[in-house]
């Protein structure tokens, strides 16, 4: 019964807790500058592991609050892969950030294949 009652509270609780980091903020220009650093960081960090990016797009998708993000990649790197490989390259280079995270959600592609 308490497990259940947790799975139910986990939204409630990841609601509320970027409600309090955003509200924590000064008028949300410290926050909104750490969520465009931490998009920057993500960004930079593909494109260090991945040298074939042709596109890269990091988004905070938590309304501000850092706790997840949705990234869009194309590399080179991709051609040839199954999608479940392409993701893991992603989440292995981002292994480290992702752990500090309540979520990310992966889009990949090669380049050409129109989809972004």
Avoid: W
């Avoid at 019964?1 to 509270?9: A, E, K, S, T």
């Amino acid at each position: 019964m308490f497990r259940n009652l947790v799975r139910i509270l986990e939204p409630i609780k990841f609601q509320l807790s970027c409600r309090a980091r955003a509200g924590a903020a000064d008028g949300g220009s410290a926050y909104e500058r750490n969520s465009v650093s931490k998009e920057r960081q993500l960004s930079e960090s593909l494109k260090r592991a991945l040298p074939g990016i042709t596109y890269v797009s990091v988004e905070d998708i938590s309304g501000g609050c850092g706790a997840m993000y949705e990234v869009n990649v194309e590399a080179k790197e991709f051609v040839g892969l199954s999608r479940v490989k392409q993701h893991r390259l992603v989440t292995e280079t981002l292994k480290s950030e992702i752990a500090e995270m309540h979520g990310i959600r992966i889009h990949t592609n090669t380049p050409g294949s129109g989809d972004k």
